[in-house]
Structure formats: C-alpha cells, structure tokens
C-alpha cells in the first residue's frame, strides 16, 4: 500500500511569513495527526481528525496555527504568522482505527522539515 | 496527567550482543503502550504495542517488549543487536479518552 505522503520535505521561511503543509493519508483510513517534532524532542500532537472532523486541537496553538481535512481524506497545516520557535519537524500520521484511543498503529509520512529565520 | 520518560538519551552496544532500550511511563488508568523507531530524515514506523493480555510482546525486526505494572515499565529488548538496528526509538502512551504522547527518544548506536 502506499503511504502517507507530505510536501513539501523542507521549507525556509522569514519569521512572519506564512507556510502550509500538505499531507495524504493512507487510503481508507479514517483518523489523521499532526504532529510537531521539534529537534531533540519527541513528537507532540497539535490536531487529530476523524474522517473530516476535529478530536483534539488542545495543543494547537490557535492564533496563528489552523488545520483543515476537507472531504475527510487530505490535510492542510498552516502557519500565519510564522516565529522562530516554530523551527521544526512536522509529521503527518493516520491511522485505520475510529476508536480512541487510538489501538491501531500510526503510519507516519517523511515529514517537512520547517525553518523558520 | 499523563507521561511517559525515557531516561537514556543513547545507548551504546556491540553487534551481536543483547540491548535494552528503557521507558517508563505514568497514567492514572490502563495503559496502551507502543514503540516507534525513526531513522535518519524519516517519519516513525511501529515496532509494536501492548494492548492488553501476554507481558512480553513481540515486533518487527526480532525486537520485543516487556510490560511490567508494578514498575511501571515497558522496556524495548533485542536478543542479538545489529549495526542497521541503529536508529531513534520512541515510547509512546495513551489511555482511553487521550491523545498518544511519546517520550523524548533514545539513540541506539550499535557498533560492528
């Protein structure tokens, strides 16, 4: 099967400037993560959806992070206005469970690698 | 809340030889714990989990798991370790209701 897909892999970008991230999901499945892998540490959840609906989005910084699965299949992540601490690995996961939490192993993508200067 | 730690940030072992990646973790419920692994410039890839029944649980590549209650424990071990085992390995856990947190990741180095 093929699997989760996301682009672009690296990104610079000026402090204040906006970015997006795109990613696929394993087909069929029907939960999506984002999440933001800063350098040293391990992955930390901003959003998870089901099908084309928010689960949680406590960790995602609001007011200048948005998300959105329209159609409930591919996902875009936007950064408006971009900060420095915002340096970081961003992974795209799905997986084939609807329970939560999630039982089912995550399928993560390669991920985009964001530099913020 | 919830937490999981992983108290070495690398682990060093020869080929061949046995190696033991350590987690421990905290929730105020049953726990569902799994293993990741992340090689250089990839996302992370399952290795295996504990849901619920048998203590030890094995994975992929001859890796396997063992959960341990009491001690709150959910240590990563190979019997016979090899160079392309090098690699990040993460812990992560969840509980019903909760999102999956991983911990801080271990390097494993494994020398020829």
């Known amino acids: 099967e093929a699997g989760v897909a996301q682009s672009p892999r690296y990104k610079i970008i000026e402090k204040r400037q906006s970015v997006a991230f795109w990613c696929n999901p394993i087909?069929?499945?029907?939960?999506l993560y984002w999440y933001q892998q800063i350098l040293g540490q391990g992955p930390k959840l901003l959003i998870q959806?089901?099908?084309?609906?928010?689960?949680?989005d406590s960790q995602l910084p609001k007011d200048r992070f948005s998300a959105e699965r329209l159609k409930g299949v591919d996902s875009t992540l936007k950064i408006q206005p971009a900060k420095l601490e915002d340096s970081a690995v961003y992974l795209c996961?799905?997986?084939?469970?609807?329970?939560?939490?999630?039982?089912?192993?995550?399928?993560f993508g390669n991920g985009t690698r964001l530099t913020v200067t | 809340a919830q937490s999981v730690a992983q108290p070495e940030d690398q682990v060093n072992v020869a080929e061949g030889n046995p190696l033991t990646v350590k987690c421990t973790y905290s929730?105020?419920?049953?726990?569902?714990l799994f293993w990741y692994v992340q090689y250089p410039n990839r996302g992370l890839q399952f290795l295996l989990k504990?849901?619920?029944?048998?203590?030890l649980v094995k994975g992929s590549y001859g890796f396997e798991a063992e959960f341990n209650k009491s001690q709150t424990s959910f240590h990563l071990k190979k019997p016979s370790a090899l160079v392309s085992d090098s690699a990040l390995y993460f812990c992560?856990?969840?509980?019903?209701?909760?999102?999956?947190?991983f911990g801080k990741g271990t390097t494993l180095s494994v020398s020829s």
């Open positions: 996961a799905s997986s084939l469970g609807l329970d939560r939490p999630a039982t089912s192993p995550l399928h």
């Open positions: 087909s069929g499945h029907a939960t």
């Open positions: 959806f089901q099908n084309n609906g928010v689960v949680d």
């Open positions: 929730v105020s419920g049953n726990p569902y």
């Open positions: 504990y849901i619920t029944g048998d203590n």
């Open positions: 992560a856990v969840n509980q019903a209701g909760t999102a999956l947190i």
